[in-house]
T-cell receptor, first 115, second 116 residues
Framework: AQSVAQPEDQVNVAEGNPLTVKCTYS??????LFWYVQYPNRGLQFLLKYITGDNLVKGSYGFEAEFNKSQTSFHLKKPSALVSDSALYFCAVRPQIGNNRKLIWGLGTSLAVNP | GAVVSQHPSWVICKSGTSVKIECRSLDFQATTMFWYRQFPKQSLMLMATSNEGSKATYEQGVEKDKFLINHASLTLSTLTVTSAHPEDSSFYIC????????????FGEGSRLTVL
């Protein structure tokens, strides 16, 4: 079965330090990859996506993500975390082949940036 | 970027009543919208796919008679929770697919439903 894994329920990082939120996937072919962020009691906001090309994609709020095809990973990164980055982060994958091309969601990772 | 508006943000209702939630795409036309449900500290659960001008496609286990979805125009989809019960209390989020190659989703702000 196709799946997306976010192995960490929670990530804690000090303000100013780099952060990484991990995502791996098991999907056939070359899927589209996405990161979304959710602040408390709010809807999700689109951060960035990977379609093709450069493995490092840049997105909103200084975030970037690195696509690694051999490891089937798409980790979210930021060089210097802010307290305001504290939120819930979701990785999602959309298959390009097959009959079912719905988004497949990870379970989310709660990021806490400590002052 | 594409903007999706969802209303109401908060709603409290009595058990047995019906509640309607609206989802509008403000600056683009959305032939497909999605309704999600999110429990506290849990991931998103896709409830149904709303298609403009046709019947919604419900995910397995979602009662279509309880969660009525109407997508009458290219900019509006509604979710009606009929005969609501306390177990229907949840955070409901709508989204619309953008008109790009990857088809990323743009989300409304969500609606917190509390059924007393």
């Amino acid at each position: 079965a196709q799946s997306v894994a976010q192995p960490e329920d929670q990530v804690n990082v000090a303000e100013g330090n780099p952060l990484t939120v991990k995502c791996t996937y098991s999907v056939s072919g070359n899927p589209y990859l996405f990161w979304y962020v959710q602040y408390p009691n709010r809807g999700l906001q689109f951060l960035l996506k990977y379609i093709t090309g450069d493995n490092l994609v840049k997105g909103s709020y200084g975030f970037e993500a690195e696509f690694n095809k051999s490891q089937t990973s798409f980790h979210l990164k930021k060089p210097s975390a802010l307290v305001s980055d504290s939120a819930l982060y979701f990785c999602a994958v959309r298959p390009q082949i097959g009959n079912n091309r719905k988004l497949i969601w990870g379970l989310g990772t709660s990021l806490a940036v400590n002052p | 970027g594409a903007v999706v508006s969802q209303h109401p943000s908060w709603v409290i209702c009595k058990s047995g009543t019906s509640v309607k939630i609206e989802c509008r795409s403000l600056d683009f036309q959305a032939t497909t919208m999605f309704w999600y449900r999110q429990f506290p500290k849990q991931s998103l659960m896709l409830m149904a796919t709303s298609n403009e001008g046709s019947k919604a496609t419900y995910e397995q286990g979602v009662e279509k008679d309880k969660f009525l979805i109407n997508h009458a125009s290219l900019t509006l989809s509604t979710l009606t929770v009929t005969s609501a019960h306390p177990e229907d209390s949840s955070f409901y989020i709508c989204s619309a697919r953008g008109d790009t190659l990857a088809g990323e989703l743009f989300f409304g702000e969500g609606s917190r439903l509390t059924v007393l």
